[in-house]
């Protein structure tokens, strides 16, 4: 039998990529602010982990551990390069 490779989080990275280029693109062309873009990443972090803090998934398992995981991802975008 043949095994397939699974990539659980592709679909997450593809929308990343696509939000990035969103935030950015709005940013460039001055319909936004930074501190809007920001505040958007803000919002959606805020959003991550109240459903983190809501789920009955033990720490670290299934969806809890990966929306902990996403808020630390937007987290770091929002701060900026080190």
């Known amino acids: 039998m043949t095994e397939h ?3 659980p989080d592709v679909h997450g990275i593809a929308a990343l990529g696509i939000c990035e280029a969103l935030l950015l693109a709005l940013t460039d062309a001055n319909i936004i602010s930074e501190k809007d ?5 803000t919002d959606v972090a805020t959003t991550h982990q109240e459903a983190a803090d809501a789920s009955h998934t033990p720490d670290g398992l299934g969806a809890r551990g990966y929306t902990r995981a996403a808020t630390k991802t937007i987290a770091s975008a ?4 080190c």
Do not use: I
């Open 5 to 7: 490779v699974r990539f």
């Open 78 to 81: 929002v701060a900026g390069p």
């Open 37 to 41: 873009a920001r505040d958007v990443l």
